[in-house]
């Protein structure tokens, strides 16, 4: 019996966190696998129990104000879904899911699933973005130059 919980555990939440399983790509191959590539400010966010996953997965929401469009179409703010995240005591961890600061300006290479939008490549799929010399992050207009292929097609 024991045995049967223990397997049905790992399942349930086994489709939900299976995203996080990344193969490492370049930028490149992840703007070709994107829907969408933006460069944008997380404006806020807010964690809340996931809606298209098993009971008791958690996730975060971000929302990002497009500065610009690297591929694909988009204007305004967009909402990007966060797998895991922490809800009262409870946390669900998943592997490889990049933090968004609220504040902070990201190259996000973004791909909808479930209807919603996601970051795919794991870590790599939200490049910091420097706004100064002493700022984290990688200058926009090297990060611009390398996608310059992408933004084509």
Sequence with gaps: M??????????AFLPYSAQAL?????????????????????????????????????ERLRWVHVDDVVRGQASGTLEVVLPGGTMGDLTHWVEDVPELMTNARYLLFLHEIDGGLQIIGGERGAVRIARSETEQGERLDALLQELEVCRAR
Excluded: F, K
């Excluded at 049967?4 to 555990?9: E, H, R, V």
């Excluded at 070709?32 to 933006?38: E, F, G, K, N």
């Design 2 to 11: 024991n045995h049967l919980l223990m397997s049905w555990a790992l399942t």
């Design 22 to 58: 990344q193969l490492e790509m370049s930028r490149g191959e992840l703007c070709q696998y994107s829907d969408l590539v933006v460069v944008g400010e997380v404006t806020s966010g807010e964690t809340r129990w996931a809606s298209n996953a098993p009971e008791g997965a958690i």
